[in-house]
């Protein structure tokens, strides 16, 4: 929560890609900071890997 706080004050809107939800807690994690901060929007790759960036951003960019 404090990581997202700072950027959140400033007015941004925080797209955060996380590892798989399965594997670590960080998505649940980003999930509670978004409900009390709001402004933070978690995407669960459901991956453990360097790529999973790249393939949740092409997912997300066909969503739109």
């Known amino acids: 929560m404090d990581y997202f706080r700072p950027w959140v ?3 941004y809107e925080i797209i955060h890609i996380n590892i798989g939800g399965a594997l ?3 998505h649940q994690n980003c999930c509670l ?3 009390e ?3 933070v929007y978690p995407v669960d790759s459901c991956n453990l890997s360097s790529h999973c960036g ?3 951003l092409g997912i997300l960019f066909e969503t739109l």
Request: charged share 15%; aromatic share 0%.
């Open 24 to 26: 670590s807690s960080s």
């Open 37 to 39: 901060l709001g402004h």
């Open 54 to 56: 790249p393939n949740t």
């Open 9 to 11: 004050e400033e007015g």
């Open 33 to 35: 900071a978004a409900s």
